[in-house]
């Protein structure tokens, strides 16, 4: 948690807005977290899309390793 915090100081720092300054205020085209929130609505968009991938993906596998697994049990 201390890493989380200490890197978020250093965004601030280095992104020009101070420390601590803007919490609570909505983020200005120019300042960093701007150009964040366009990642968290991809982000957003891509979740179920990433959930089913993983799931369907994970049950052919699944399928896979059970048809192997009875092939090679009935040699």
């Known amino acids: 948690m201390l890493v989380t915090a200490l890197f978020g ?3 601030e720092y280095f ?13 200005t085209p120019e300042s960093f977290v701007w150009g964040l929130e366009g990642i968290v609505g991809l ?4 979740a179920p899309l ?15 390793w059970s048809r192997f697994y009875w092939t090679t049990r009935g040699m």
């Not at 101070?18 to 909505?26: F, Q």
């Not at 982000?43 to 891509?46: A, D, G, K, W, Y």
């Open 9 to 11: 100081i250093l965004v």
């Open 43 to 46: 982000s957003s968009v891509l």
């Open 50 to 64: 990433s959930t089913f991938v993983t799931t369907f993906f994970l049950n052919q596998s699944f399928h896979f």
């Open 15 to 27: 992104a020009g807005e101070g420390i601590g300054k803007g919490l609570g205020e909505e983020p």
